[in-house]
Nanobody
């Protein structure tokens, strides 16, 4: 079992920044992939960015150059630095953990609202 707890969401004006955090605890494998997904009202959940324990990052085209994903493996914490936010970034943001044993977990989500 892996528990994921997100924090850092909120209301920000267009052009502003937010930093999301995801604290992971439990049976965390040494090799895993963690990522951020988001779901806007009436839309499907989509990948924002992902980062494996020892590989390269991956970003959705819509956030490239504005968002940066990072992780602190020693503290089992995932981050998402979001800059130049726009109203289209408004969504519930979810932290995800997946490992080579087929385990896949989600956090409860944190709301990000960008006002125009």
């Amino acid at each position: 079992q892996v528990r994921l707890v997100e924090s850092g969401g909120g209301l920000v004006q267009a052009g502003g920044s937010l930093r999301l955090s995801c604290a992971a605890s439990g049976s965390i494998r040494s090799i895993n992939v963690m990522g951020w997904y988001r779901q806007a009202p009436g839309k499907q959940r989509e990948l924002v960015a992902s980062i494996p324990t020892g590989g390269s990052t991956r970003y959705a085209d819509s956030v490239k150059g504005r968002f940066t994903i990072s992780r602190d493996n020693a503290k089992n914490t995932l981050f998402l630095q979001m800059n130049s936010l726009n109203p289209e970034d408004t969504a519930v943001y979810y932290c995800n953990y997946a490992d080579t044993f087929g385990l896949n977990y989600w956090g409860q989500g944190t709301q990000v609202t960008v006002s125009s």
